[in-house]
């Protein structure tokens, strides 16, 4: 298998720039549909370009994004300043600022301990066990933005857990503890603004539409009840099907017990950065009522970590731990995204849907279904979920417009189910990746729960859409 995804790399580095190339050149050669305008056309020429660059990764996600920068001013498409406005948006602050506080997190040691309490608490047994690393997954995306930082907090745990398990190589019980610890992760996400890239940046789009700014606390009153909903239901479906050959792990508290103990007691440098997290917290709680943004709440607290006495950290161990790729990739995507929106070849493509599936004869909810069903098994052809929702979202408001819904109705559930539910295949996300690379999973074990999980999502958040959160008045 290794030897395989190996050759597959070489091939797509080897051909993907002129891929590329050709299907940009395609484009560009087909005729100009009588209702797209020339600039529309020239935005989908550098669009097929770059989405092709994306799916094969020739380049590094993070020198693609830069390159859209140039390519859309030197074609005339907008103008320097406009290209690079994303890079300075609200979103990408806000996700450096989280990076940031994450680092100090990690730093301090104060996310594992979270962590190993919460496991000391629940016991030692299979099924205790598991539902401890679901608990840690939701107290964590609170605190950490990066389902790969989660991830890489948990799997050191998880893996020694499996260790004590007994068993060498496969198990229900690895499949089912690295299952439940990639997938809960990634479905826990949609509830918390800050938990995963394209929720901040589906807030960036929605406002760029027409719609309104969601705040934290909005954000979490819309996603969180479906979230923790698909979080249980996934742990749940997981244990059907790869219910744990044994009911006890041998020594499995005694574990636990003794990182704690490794640990001592919570230091100065822990209780500050605890401290800190917990004032950006109640910033955002209170944003409605104090008027303080997200994102300068979280920068506030940021820099609190750096100050002479108080702070935990130093520039050169933030940055770090800043995904400098993710924030090249949200702007560079958002830049290409705007281009779509302002010359209409978002609108242009999202009609072509419309009317290719019949979507006008749907209701809302219809839509919705439609629309989130098509949208997530995209994500066989994503690695990645930045990437997706800056490539999707432009087309997904532009759909929007066509049915006559406002940009929320649509773009808000899409932007959950891309960040939430890349669950499909292995290579959907660096946490599948990290958790298939223990060498204790098959690959058929990620469709098995995703394929089900992801199909419930989309009409969970396709209800949501049309009911719950109408009757909260986001729209």
């Not at 720039?17 to 020339?38: E, G, N, T, Y």
């Not at 550098?46 to 020739?58: D, I, Q, R």
């Not at 009153?221 to 790869?242: H, K, V």
């Not at 705007?338 to 609108?347: D, K, P, R, Y």
Request: charged share 10%; glycine share 10%; net charge positive.
């Amino acid at each position: 298998m290794a030897e395989s995804l190996g050759a597959i790399d070489v091939w797509r580095k080897k051909w993907g720039i002129p891929l590329a190339i050709l299907a940009a050149a395609v484009v560009w050669l087909l005729p100009v549909p009588a209702d797209l305008k020339p600039q529309g056309h020239l935005a989908l020429v550098v669009f097929a370009g770059v989405f092709v660059l994306y799916l094969t990764e020739a380049m590094s996600l993070s020198v693609t994004s830069l390159a859209i920068v140039p390519l859309v001013t030197l074609t005339g498409l907008v103008k320097p300043a406009a290209a690079l406005a994303p890079f300075g948006s609200s979103s990408v602050y806000l996700l450096v600022a989280a990076f940031i506080l994450a680092a100090a997190m990690v730093k301090t040691k104060l996310a594992a301990r979270i962590t190993y309490l919460i496991m000391s608490m629940i016991g030692s047994g299979t099924a205790n066990l598991i539902i401890g690393v679901v608990l840690a997954n939701i107290v964590l995306a609170f605190l950490v933005p990066s389902s790969t930082a989660r991830t890489a907090i948990l799997l050191p745990v998880c893996v020694s857990i499996i260790e004590l398990f007994g068993e060498k190589g496969r198990s229900k019980f690895a499949v089912n503890l690295l299952l439940t610890l990639a997938f809960t992760n990634a479905t826990i996400s949609a509830g918390i603004l800050t938990a995963t890239v394209p929720n901040p940046v589906t807030v960036d789009f929605i406002v760029k539409a027409g719609g309104p700014k969601i705040e934290y606390m909005q954000w979490f009153l819309y996603g969180f009840p479906p979230a923790l909903l698909m979080t249980f239901f996934t742990w749940w479906f997981i244990q059907i099907l790869y219910k744990p050959e044994k009911k006890e792990i041998p020594g499995g508290s005694a574990h636990v017990a003794e990182q704690l103990r490794a640990m001592g007691p919570m230091a100065s440098a822990e209780k500050r950065t605890l401290a800190t997290f917990a004032l950006v917290v109640v910033l955002w709680l209170t944003g409605p009522l104090t008027g303080i943004d997200t994102t300068i709440a979280a920068m506030a607290g940021a820099v609190l970590l750096f100050l002479p006495r108080f702070g935990v950290l130093s520039w050169g161990e933030a940055e770090r731990g800043i995904s400098w790729q993710i924030v090249m990739i949200t702007g560079g995507g958002m830049s290409m995204g705007g281009v779509l929106m302002q010359t209409g070849a978002a609108s242009w493509i999202a009609n072509q849907i419309f009317h290719m599936f019949g979507l006008g004869s749907l209701g809302v909810l219809g839509l919705l279904i439609a629309v989130l069903v098509i949208v997530q098994y995209l994500h066989l052809f994503f690695v990645g979920t930045t990437v997706m929702v800056t490539a999707m979202m432009p087309i997904v408001l532009a759909l929007g417009k066509t049915a006559g819904v406002p940009p929320v109705v649509l773009a808000m559930p899409v932007g959950m189910v891309i960040g939430a539910y890349p669950l499909l295949m292995f290579y959907n996300t660096i946490p599948n990746i990290m958790v298939y690379g223990t060498e204790r999973m098959r690959v058929s074990d990620f469709p098995k729960v995703g394929v089900v999980a992801c199909g419930v999502a989309c009409l969970l958040y396709a209800v949501c859409g049309a009911t719950y959160w109408k009757w909260l008045g986001l729209y």
